[in-house]
């Protein structure tokens, strides 16, 4: 079967200058006018998650089956499962929610918003007030992606990753998101060799999705056999149509990927003290930055080192 790969597209964020006073970091900003508008005319709400959704009109889902006779299209209902299978997937396997991170612990609400998007998904760093005035954070979702398509739970992962850490890197951000994907499908990994020289250094570092063939490179080092939890909350959880959401208990790699991520934490808030950032308000060039690389890739290769299996012989 051909792999429903996520496509998704990084926003440029309305990210707060690099100068912002401390106490405005973690403010629930505006909503913008044209996220504003682009809110469902209807919703459906599963524990903190909000799907918005038009059933008609030009933003209207396109898969329109209704198996059980709720009302509520299956592909809302299934983008609403989804995230939340994917979340117990995460924190039953030691991932901290971002809410419970010091980035976002004003934020009470994920709004999924189902519109026409570029890619297949998009995940914004930036907490905004809903008309309700609830503190959310927000993704969109294409409003033609089928059921099974895993986009809401690769864009959920984006906002686990913006609670640890302020870097974006493409190479990081889409290739690991590609990678938790398989915490929710049955994928084998798809390694590809570990880079080894500069140019092969500086070719990884330009990919985007693609990079998560190192990712499971590096993941199945450390972690041949990659089993991992699967609580009852979500072996439970089905699509509309009775598929079950996890499709099985295998993925390599998710105490490195923890450390990884807790390691670009700190890493993140050593470059904010030597550059006096404030640590949520770094530029979008900031986190973007391409000299984050080779620092980012030292850690990435130091835990590696002490991850792997007693005796794995050094990349
Ligand atoms: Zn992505």
């Not at 299209?73 to 419970?100: C, Q, W, Y």
Request: with cysteine; charged share 20%; glycine share 6%.
């Amino acid at each position: 079967m051909r792999t429903l790969w996520v496509l998704c597209v990084l926003f440029i964020t309305f990210a707060s200058p690099a100068t912002a006073a401390p106490d405005k970091d973690k403010s629930c900003k505006k909503l913008p006018k044209e996220m504003a508008s682009a809110l469902g005319s209807a919703i459906h709400q599963k524990d903190e998650f909000v799907v918005h959704y038009h059933a008609t009109g030009p933003n209207a889902i396109q898969e329109k089956a209704d198996l059980n006779g709720n009302t509520i299209p299956d592909a809302v209902e299934d983008v609403a499962t989804k995230l939340i299978a994917m979340r117990e997937m995460l924190t039953s396997n030691g991932f901290v929610h971002p809410f419970k991170q010091p980035r976002y612990q004003q934020v009470r609400q994920i709004h999924a918003i189902m519109l026409p998007v570029k890619g297949n998904g998009v995940a914004y760093e930036s907490p905004r007030t809903m008309p309700d005035g609830t503190c959310a954070l927000i993704i969109h979702v294409d409003n033609d992606v089928s059921s099974e398509n895993i986009t809401p739970a690769h864009e959920l992962f984006h906002l686990f990753q913006y609670g640890y850490t302020m870097f974006k890197r493409p190479w990081y951000l889409e290739g690991m998101a590609r990678w938790s994907e398989s915490m929710l499908r049955a994928t084998p990994p798809k390694t590809a060799p570990l880079p080894k020289s500069n140019a092969e250094l500086t070719a990884f570092f330009d990919k985007k999705y693609d990079a998560v063939g190192v990712w499971y490179a590096l993941t199945t080092g450390v972690d041949p056999v990659g089993q991992i939890k699967v609580p009852e909350s979500a072996a439970n959880l089905r699509y509309v149509s009775g598929k079950k959401m996890v499709q099985d208990d295998k993925l390599p790699g998710v105490a490195f990927m923890r450390a990884v991520l807790e390691g670009l934490d700190k890493l993140d808030d050593q470059i904010s003290t030597a550059q006096g950032l404030t640590p949520f308000g770094w530029s979008e060039s900031m986190q973007r930055d391409q000299k984050h690389d080779l620092p980012m890739w030292k850690l990435i290769e130091t835990l590696y080192h002490t991850h792997g299996p007693t005796g794995r012989a050094a990349p």
